[in-house]
């Protein structure tokens, strides 16, 4: 059975799967409601099976939940906390309906979903931990090397990669080969690291970027197969590696945009950005990339651009002001301009290929104005896994979940 594995973090949204879990109609099992306090849930209750489609529903993040990141399969939401611990929630109401607790303090590395093994996985200071999606148990705990932190997670094919290190701006690093489904240990390299930069991990090969240069790496053994030319920062995402200027650059002029091949990291023909700062972007299955691209100075306002890296070719571009990206059904997603008085607030959605000039089923689209969704609620956009029409945006100023459907 082939793998597919939900990547929700720093980096994008890589492939998705499917799991059973409680919210989609199977046995009652012990579970844990939601806290308003810093601690977390704490009061224990017994789980209802949830039946039906996605819906839309507001829900409130405890502290810890705000501070870490969530991720969605087709059936269910998880939230990692800041602790190393996991919320599960339901899709039709958003309530709690499982929880693992945890007590490390630290940065949050982020959130990995294995719908394949029913995983949950995340790390919070040097211990990895990961919990069953259907039930809400423990399921592994391992531990970095001696005095180091998890900073990066990706994940495929039923494997976790994380990066570790002993300092956020530390320059080397160990790359961690986990098993997703019992933690078993596969290998570990050490690394150089750049803060900022992305793991990825598609079609046999992991790789890595520390500011300087791409590795590719065996995901079985993880012995070095490739390694690029000079590549200040990566984007990755649908099985695409694009290099860019550096986003921590303040200097006025970039290196150009080069699209790497994944099988020998060699550059191949990359439509020409714009002379402007490359600040963050994503990349569609179809190899769409979207690249918010803004003055070097000031990167609160710039533009969108997409760019058709199959055709080697410049497709719209739209102003906007700096926000969460990601893709969904063929769309780019993120938040409208915050300066714009009569749309500012909302989800805004256009169509990858037809851009904001796309008319009919490929206008562009906006949700509602929601108190999740304003700038200052420094709002973060997951989408679940499969075909749920629904987008989900976590705030994290006033801790909270809203579920809507997508634009």
Request: charged content about 20%; proline content about 6%; hydrophobic content about 40%.
């Amino acid at each position: 059975m082939k793998r597919r594995i939900v990547a929700v973090g720093a980096a994008l949204l890589v492939l998705v799967g499917c799991a059973g879990n409680t919210a989609s109609g199977g046995p009652k099992t012990p579970a844990v409601s939601s806290s308003s306090g810093a601690s977390g849930p704490t009061v224990e209750m017994t789980s209802t099976s949830v039946s039906g489609p996605w819906r839309a529903w507001t829900a409130s993040l405890s502290r810890r939940e705000a501070h870490g990141s969530c991720g969605a399969t087709a059936h269910q939401v998880v939230c990692a906390t800041d602790s190393g611990g996991f919320v599960g929630r339901s899709r039709a109401d958003g309530r709690v309906t499982w929880t693992v607790s945890a007590a490390d303090r630290g940065k949050s590395a982020g959130l990995v979903v294995d719908a394949a093994d029913v995983r949950a996985v995340t790390g919070v200071a040097g211990v990895l931990r990961a919990a069953d999606l259907r039930t809400g148990a423990r399921a592994w705990t391992h531990r970095a090397p001696a005095g180091n932190a998890y900073t990066t997670l990706a994940a495929a094919d039923g494997v976790v990669y994380a990066l570790a290190a002993t300092d956020p701006t530390s320059s080397t690093a160990v790359l961690e080969a986990v098993r997703a489904s019992d933690g078993r240990p596969l290998w570990h390299r050490s690394v150089a690291r750049s803060a900022g930069e992305p793991l990825a991990a598609f079609r046999g090969r992991v790789y890595h970027a520390d500011g300087t240069r791409v590795t590719a790496r065996d995901a079985r053994t993880g012995d070095t197969v490739a390694t690029s030319p000079a590549c200040p920062h990566l984007v990755t995402g649908g099985h695409y590696l694009v290099c860019t200027g550096s986003p921590f650059s303040a200097g006025d002029t970039f290196p150009p945009m080069r699209r790497l091949d994944p099988a020998t990291l060699r550059p191949l023909p990359t439509p020409r950005n714009t002379i402007n700062k490359p600040v963050h972007g994503v990349i569609s299955d179809d190899g769409i990339l979207v690249l918010y691209e803004a003055g070097a100075e000031d990167t609160s306002a710039g533009d969108w651009n997409a760019y058709d890296l199959e055709n080697d070719r410049r497709l719209w571009s739209t102003y906007a002001t700096e926000a969460d990206a990601t893709v969904a059904d063929g769309r780019f997603v993120t938040f409208t301009p915050v300066n714009d008085r009569t749309t500012r607030g909302r989800v805004l959605t256009i169509d990858l290929h037809a851009g904001p000039k796309g008319t009919g089923t490929a206008a562009p689209r906006m949700s509602p104005a929601y108190a999740q969704t304003r700038d200052g609620e420094h709002p973060a956009l997951v989408v679940p896994a499969g075909d749920t029409g629904h987008v989900l945006v976590m705030a994290r100023t006033h801790g909270s979940l809203r579920s809507l459907p997508l634009p």
